[in-house]
């Protein structure tokens, strides 16, 4: 979570011919869509999202898309309660 | 949606088609803006009955609502014209002053800085018994759901349009990162998928009535609170900070709680549509809360820092009602009452 402005997000220009995807530490790779996925099992999965969150943790359980189950498990205090999505 | 009148479309002025019907006051105040509105008059009421208003009572929380409605969709029979009428507006900006002054208030503790307010709702709790929607998704029934259903729905069938407000107010990054998730909130340029649509669908699913505005005389002023927060920042440019702190709360905490919302969905038979609408938000709002982290708050922080504050408010803001909300309605089913102020006609 960015409290400064985010230098590496800012200076760097996204070259015409290249498909910038970014790598978020512990949290789903960001490509803008549309974007197909081969599978292990060679079925494609497919999504027209403006952007799209591929899971890297392997822990989603709508793999290939990130549904936040890389998030890190706390013994903290209960939820602040569910916000409307 | 509510069909126009055969009355209506015959006589009706400019701004007066067919809209959600006018709801009766719960006190001095919201009786003053309901008569006002019906009757095209200036509103009535003593200074003093604001002053003495509780913020978070029924009374204040019902006027704002309705004095905030006059910029969505308005009222049947009620003149468009008096969305921008100057006494009405007076009486609104009485009414926010002490909403807001309550919220800074019980916020004074509250984290100042954006990494410091976030950091909690990054984190998935191990235990979650407390939480509305693990109880809703492990043990919920589904008159529950119907109850949680039609008391979201004075939010959902708008969903989005709150938000859009603060788009005249950004620029840049934090400006295309906002139009483009709220170009996916309005279905990416095809109407069928707007989720405003989608939700009305789960309502049609759980045998609710569909309809805009039908269930605002049952919705508590906990549950209000909630929309009223969203209009308050959307429609103030010098809040722009803490709508987008609000917006980013809302999007960072939606994606689990909508997986156990669809789980409770699906549990209880509500229908594929009920389970659709969370399952695509668990996708949707995964995708939302990196945007809306990286680009809309790093983009405003970028180009006003001074805002920091601002979006750490909003956010605590959104937690504070939200929680608020969860305890009226937690509290209410462990009594055995209905959480909405007049239980829904049996299913």
């Avoid at chain 2, 006018?22 to 003593?46: K, W």
């Avoid at chain 2, 208003?53 to 204040?60: I, Q, S, T, V």
Wanted: glycine share 8%; aromatic share 6%; net charge negative.
């Amino acid at each position: 979570m960015p409290s400064a402005p985010d230098p590496a997000r800012r200076q760097v220009p996204v070259t015409a011919d290249a498909r910038r995807v970014t790598v978020e530490p512990q949290g789903p790779v960001l490509v803008e869509g549309p974007v197909e996925v081969v599978l292990d099992d060679g079925t494609v999965a497919r999504s027209d999202r403006f952007v799209v969150a591929l899971c890297t943790c392997r822990r989603s359980r709508t793999y290939p898309w990130c549904d936040t189950s890389h998030r890190r498990r706390a013994r903290t205090a209960p939820p602040p309660e569910d916000r409307n999505p | 949606m509510t069909p126009p009148s055969p009355t209506n479309t015959a006589t009706a002025t400019a701004g007066t088609a067919a809209g959600p019907r006018l709801v009766e006051g719960r006190g001095d105040l919201s009786a003053a803006v309901s008569r006002a509105l019906r009757s095209g008059t200036p509103p009535v009421y003593a200074p003093a009955a604001v002053l003495k208003a509780d913020p978070w009572g029924e009374d204040l929380q019902l006027a704002l609502h309705l004095l905030y409605e006059l910029h969505y969709r308005g009222f049947d029979g009620v003149d468009g014209e008096r969305e921008w009428d100057p006494d009405l507006l007076r009486l609104r900006q009485a009414l926010e002053a002490r909403f807001l002054h309550a919220l800074r208030t019980e916020l004074s503790d509250a984290p100042r800085s954006v990494d410091e307010a976030f950091a909690p709702l990054l984190v998935e709790p191990v235990d979650l018994s407390d939480s509305l929607s693990h109880h809703l998704a492990t043990e919920g029934e589904l008159w529950q759901l119907r109850e949680y259903a039609a008391l979201r729905s004075l939010y959902h069938l708008k969903e989005a349009d709150p938000h859009v407000w603060v788009i005249p107010r950004l620029t840049g990054r934090a400006k295309a990162a906002m139009v483009a998730i709220e170009y996916d909130e309005f279905g990416a340029g095809r109407a069928d998928r707007i989720h405003a649509g989608l939700f009305a669908e789960l309502m049609n699913d759980l045998g609710l009535d569909p309809a805009y505005g039908r269930y605002l005389d049952q919705a508590p002023a906990a549950l209000l609170a909630t929309v009223n927060l969203m209009s308050l920042f959307g429609l103030h440019r010098a809040l722009r900070g803490a709508l987008v702190g609000h917006f980013a709360c809302v999007e960072v905490t939606s994606s689990p709680g909508s997986r156990r919302l669809a789980r409770a969905m699906r549990r209880c038979g509500a229908g594929p549509a009920a389970e659709h609408f969370y399952a695509e938000h668990v996708e949707a709002d995964a995708v939302h809360e990196q945007v809306v982290r990286h680009e809309v708050i790093g983009g405003l922080l970028a180009d006003e820092p001074d805002l920091e504050g601002d979006i750490a408010f909003g956010c605590a803001a959104t937690i504070l009602v939200e929680d608020r909300l969860a305890a009226h309605i937690s509290g209410a089913w462990e009594r055995g009452s209905s959480a909405l102020r007049t239980a829904l006609p049996e299913h």
